[in-house]
């Protein structure tokens, strides 16, 4: 079974300049989540989805941040502009219906190491 | 406050050692905890999910104290193999991560 697909896996970019990760979740899930991890703060969510819905968005950044999820099998994160501060992994995550704890996870990507010189 | 806050670490125990990791949660009114463990360079996969009667599971074992608003994650008989950094987990959907604790088993 393919898991959580993300591109790039490395991205290396000037500031000021846009940037677009994307993300496929394992067909079935009806959950969708982006994380950032940096060494000074840890995983911190930043958004996530039910049914392509966002459901809720408080730990994106600022106005820079964005997130949309056109369909179940996709999604991106849109940073414009970018700056050196926003360098960082991001990881999407998916999830299935909840049908008990033996669905209870989340399943990450491998991640997009972003560098913003 | 951070809303999860776990053992500093590091920690570094010879193979076949006896380890304990703790977390504390903020918020009283979580439903769901879980230990994730994440490889260097690599994304965080679960690793157990803790259930308010404790759970089992070969060498690891998770306990949840609601009252004192802590879990523990005990790992048993350590290889070299579970040397990684463990994340304390708190919330199915709005996942709230303690920092990690990193754990290296030496021969």
């Known amino acids: 079974d393919a898991g959580v697909i993300q591109s790039p896996r490395h991205e290396v970019t000037e500031m000021g300049q846009e940037v677009t990760l994307r993300c496929k979740p394992i067909?079935?899930?009806?959950?969708l989540f982006w994380y950032r991890q940096t060494m000074m703060r840890g995983l911190e969510l930043l958004i996530y989805?039910?049914?392509?819905?966002?459901?809720?968005d408080s730990g994106m950044p600022e106005d820079r941040f964005s997130a949309k999820m056109p369909n179940a099998s996709f999604s991106t994160l849109k940073i414009q502009p970018s700056e050196p501060r926003d360098s960082a992994v991001y990881f999407c995550?998916?999830?299935?219906?909840?049908?008990?704890?033996?669905?209870?996870?989340?399943?990450f990507g491998p991640g997009t190491r972003l560098t913003v010189l | 406050r951070k809303e999860v806050e776990q053992d500093p670490g590091p920690f570094n125990v010879p193979e076949g050692a006896t380890v304990a990791f703790n977390c504390t949660y903020s918020?009283?009114?979580?439903?769901?905890f879980f230990w994730y463990r994440q490889d260097c360079r690599k994304e965080p996969k679960l690793l157990m999910s803790?259930?308010?009667s404790g759970n089992e599971d070969g060498r690891f074992t998770a306990q949840l104290n609601r009252a004192s608003q802590y879990i523990s994650l005990l790992i048993r008989d350590s290889k070299l193999s579970d040397s990684a950094t463990y994340l304390c987990?708190?919330?199915?959907?709005?996942?709230?991560f303690g920092a990690g604790t990193r754990l290296t088993v030496k021969p």
């Open positions: 995550a998916s999830s299935p219906p909840y049908q008990g704890e033996s669905t209870d996870t989340q399943y």
């Open positions: 067909s079935g899930h009806d959950y």
């Open positions: 989805f039910n049914n392509n819905v966002p459901i809720d």
């Open positions: 918020n009283s009114a979580s439903q769901s």
């Open positions: 803790v259930y308010s």
């Open positions: 987990v708190v919330n199915r959907y709005d996942m709230r």
